[in-house]
């Protein structure tokens, strides 16, 4: 059973179809660019901005990480809302996240086999049944950018090769970091995101620990 009690201390013919596809590249990146440059504050700097207005708790912070855990791996912390990214020196950068609101939230072992910049959004089947005057508009798809629910990055989580439509990604909502407020994926400041998708490697696993356990962590 999974558990947190383990965790943190704190030729011409050939040649002129392939242009399109860099052209293509091109102008999606600079729409990416556009888009982060609107979620990015000014001068940011993760460890002081907070246009937010979140406790300074909730802002990123590197700490001490237990021995034994894995570097590159992702914990977690339900009850006090943190999601740490372990280093290779030991360290941890620590991250303040919103969790499932009720009993949305799922706990468990997963690894994260995608990711995916500015992606795309489609509320789940569930989501529509349970709420359909919030998302049955958007049973289509959401179109990306700053206000779609995914945010600027999404990280994928999956059991084997199953999708279990869980994402760790940013929201457009970022009052809402700290509490219980998602419908199960668990959501970070965009800006935040932004910087922790560059570290995070496929592959590598995500540990959601119980919301009804404690954990101490030394910062």
């Not at 729409?31 to 979140?54: C, E, F, I, K, R």
């Not at 072992?109 to 789940?124: L, M, N, V, Y």
């Not at 590598?204 to 962590?217: G, Q």
Request: include cysteine; charge should be neutral.
């Amino acid at each position: 059973m999974l558990t947190r009690r383990h965790f943190i201390m704190t030729s011409a013919a050939l040649f002129s179809p392939a242009l399109s596809v860099p052209a293509f590249a091109q102008s999606q990146q600079a729409q990416w660019d556009a888009w982060d440059a609107v979620v990015l504050p000014p001068n940011y700097d993760p460890a002081t901005s907070n246009p937010w207005g979140l406790h300074p708790r909730l802002l990123p912070t590197r700490v001490e990480a237990k021995d034994n855990l894995k570097a590159g791996d992702i914990h977690v912390d339900a009850i006090a809302r943190y999601l740490y990214h372990v280093q290779s020196d030991g360290t941890a950068m620590r991250y303040g996240v919103a969790i499932g609101r009720g009993g949305l939230y799922e706990p468990g072992f997963f690894t994260i086999q995608r990711k995916a910049k500015w992606p795309r959004w489609t509320p789940t089947a569930n989501m529509i049944e349970r709420e359909p005057e919030v998302y049955a508009q958007y049973a289509d798809g959401m179109e990306p950018g700053p206000n779609n629910a995914l945010g600027a990055r999404a990280l994928y989580l999956y059991v084997g090769n199953r999708d279990t439509l869980l994402r760790i990604h940013g929201t457009p909502l970022p009052r809402s970091v700290g509490w219980r407020a998602s419908s199960g994926c668990v959501r970070m400041v965009m800006a935040h995101i932004i910087g922790l998708y560059e570290q995070v490697e496929p592959g590598v696993s995500a540990f959601l620990y119980p919301a009804e356990e404690s954990i101490t962590a030394r910062s």
